[in-house]
């Protein structure tokens, strides 16, 4: 009985770091998806399809050209935040004055045509980036390396976005413009400039994690479907646009991921995650970190 | 006089429409027409509740439902789909509810209704991909062949039959469609789409009037998704539940036109017409052209057309039409920016 408990304690303290490493990256991915939400107040329902793109740019730019990892990741962040703000200015900026249901929706149409056109150029089959990483071992316990990475790559990202926003002009004014629309453009601040800027920040931070989900995962025109619904259910349960709820809801929601792969099917840690949020809409409605009215 | 003609109208539209299989017999043309009735009904369903503003990305979940029940109390426990379809209403009525209360309760509206219908969808497509010891996961399931009688079995051989159906199950969805449109509820609910706390001020009950639709609307959607399993006698996860069925059912309804009675059917004509001439004019080099076009056709019709392709052709034929509702006008003015 007793070595059974010492096993059961190892594996349970390899989940909980493991779900500390998934939290760092979903809170990277909800991080995009709140910036966007919360200046713009759009969801861009396609923010893992852009990821998917992300990826498939890393993993030509390896394989393809050649390009070694680190200088293709900067090329990838950029492509995905011109994305971004194409994306902005082709299919959101005609519908701004458009009830925010028509707005989502046409971003539904977007992952559509991300997806589709992935599958179209690139076909359906499953690549890698081919780069295999190390497994670090600690005492009994391993943890893949390409996870420590993007964790800390994650958590540098957001330290970045973290420091524009508050110390650069630039940023104060995103961050008014979240609290009140109207008024910034009255206060000499160009809005439309603001919301470009924003969807590019946006559109990179999708593009990072995507160079770090490449290391982990293998890429396809569906994987977008993998990911996603698990952000938008962590950028609603930290209350969309909160970005210190989010954060805090990533690494909840990988916990319980992380916990219930431990004694089931990985599914089931998805379906637990789910089964969780629903009954946090119930509890907290507005989000983890709403105050009570 | 004008009601009479139209129910004359519809009358002979009927007749035409059960008379056809009798006269043109092409099994192919006729599986297409059993599909679009079938997709038709389940896009009318969305439609339902998806024309107040109640934006749900959770249907493909329900359908889901009601094809994985009926298929599973088939063959696990035998129970036929005349029980088993009743069975997964149920399942995926009270599932609207366990979801819908707290949604309608709290005041759970636009973004955050989106993406917990969304949760809803993923979580019903994690649930049968996890269960792949009793549902065959991503591979997909089908229906054991019923060895006995076809009729308790609900598996019938000949397109023709299927036909009748699918179109029985399509006009019972437009006959749905037209009592809501001419309900209280009706008025209840578009009072609440433009304005919740004055709905509530006026004395309507949000929460229930909310329920009601959505769950009407996941009941029917749920016997879409048994129709559709009895008929293809193969299901996939990813073909009747998850995000990207959701996603088709609101992309036909709009590119239809949401707030006619036939605009969830003329988008699903259009769409499987679509999906179909691609299949066949480029065999599997058109894998993914299909949904290439829809996506942009989305955006363009959003961005231009939000009232759809019937709406719109309806509106331009009868000019003189009685005061648009509110949210229509609103969508008006999003077709033209600026004016």
Not at chain 1, 25 to 41: H, P, S, T
Not at chain 2, 101 to 125: D, K, M, N, Q
Not at chain 2, 206 to 228: P, Q
């Amino acid at each position: 009985m007793q070595g059974f408990l010492d096993i059961f304690d190892i594996y349970l303290l390899e989940a909980v770091i493991n779900g500390i490493l998934l939290g760092g990256v979903l809170a990277l991915l909800a991080l995009g998806l709140n910036l966007i939400f919360g200046v713009i107040d759009v969801t861009w329902i396609c923010y893992a399809e852009l990821v998917m793109i992300g990826m498939y740019a890393m993993y030509f730019m390896v394989q393809y050209y050649g390009l070694s990892y680190f200088v293709a990741a900067p090329f990838t962040v950029l492509l995905v935040a011109m994305l971004g703000a194409a994306l902005h200015f082709l299919v959101i900026a005609p519908l701004l004055t458009a009830p925010p249901i028509n707005q989502l929706l046409a971003t539904g149409g977007v992952l559509f045509v991300l997806q589709s056109f992935a599958t179209v150029a690139f076909g359906i089959d499953f690549r890698n980036l081919g780069i295999r990483l190390p497994v670090l071992a600690f005492g009994d316990m391993n943890f893949s390396y390409a996870r420590l990475l993007s964790f800390l790559a994650a958590l540098v990202g957001m330290v970045c976005v973290y420091l524009f926003m508050t110390r650069t002009f630039t940023g104060t004014a995103i961050r008014a413009i979240s609290q009140d629309r109207q008024i910034m453009a009255l206060m000499g601040v160009d809005t439309r400039r603001i919301y470009l800027i924003t969807s590019a920040i946006g559109g990179g931070l999708a593009g990072l994690a995507a160079c770090l989900l490449v290391l982990q995962y293998d890429v396809h025109p569906f994987v977008g479907l993998s990911f996603g619904p698990i952000t938008f259910l962590i950028c609603v349960l930290g209350g969309l646009g909160n970005f210190i709820g989010g954060f805090i809801a990533a690494f909840v929601f990988a916990e319980i991921i992380s916990l219930g792969g431990l004694f089931s099917d990985l599914e089931w840690g998805y379906v637990l995650a789910f089964a969780f949020f629903i009954v946090m809409m119930f509890i907290r409605p507005a989000g983890l970190l709403a105050r009570r009215r | 006089m004008m009601e009479q003609g139209r129910l004359a109208a519809w009358g002979i539209g009927l007749a035409a429409l059960v008379a056809l299989p009798f006269v043109y017999r092409d099994p192919y043309h006729l599986h297409i027409l059993v599909l679009i009735l079938i997709w038709s009904f389940a896009y009318t369903s969305w439609s339902i509740m998806g024309r107040f503003g109640l934006v749900s990305l959770g249907h493909g979940g329900f359908m889901g439902i009601g094809a994985y029940v009926t298929a599973l109390l088939w063959n696990h426990l035998g129970w036929s789909p005349w029980i088993g379809i009743p069975v997964s209403m149920v399942a995926a009525g009270t599932l609207a509810l366990i979801v819908g209360y707290p949604c309608f309760r709290f005041r759970i509206t636009g973004h955050y209704f989106v993406l917990v219908t969304l949760a809803l969808s993923g979580i019903v497509l994690q649930v049968i991909t996890a269960t792949r010891d009793y549902t065959g996961g991503s591979l997909g399931y089908t229906p054991n062949r019923a060895s006995g009688n076809k009729l308790l079995a609900l598996q019938f051989d000949d397109k023709l039959t299927w036909y009748l159906i699918a179109l029985g199950v399509w006009l019972f969805g437009i006959v749905v469609w037209h009592w809501v449109d001419r309900s209280m509820s009706r008025y209840a609910l578009e009072a609440i789409s433009e304005d919740e706390d004055a709905a509530a001020a006026a004395g309507v009950n949000v929460t229930a009037e909310k329920l009601k639709i959505t769950l009407l609307s996941a009941v029917m959607t749920a016997l879409a998704g048994a129709i559709y399993c009895q008929y293809q006698m193969f299901i996939t996860p990813d073909t009747v539940s998850g995000i990207a069925v959701s996603l088709q059912m609101v992309f036909a309804a709009i590119v239809g036109g949401l707030f006619v009675s036939l605009g969830p059917t003329f988008g699903a004509v259009i769409t499987i017409l679509l999906a179909e001439t691609l299949r066949i004019g480029f065999g599997t080099k058109a894998v993914g052209w299909d949904n290439l076009v829809y996506g942009v056709l989305l955006v363009l019709f959003i961005i231009f057309l939000p009232k759809g392709i019937l709406g719109s052709v309806l509106d331009r034929l009868k000019p003189q039409r009685k005061v648009p509702r509110a949210h229509e006008q609103e969508a008006v003015q999003i077709a033209r920016p600026g004016t």
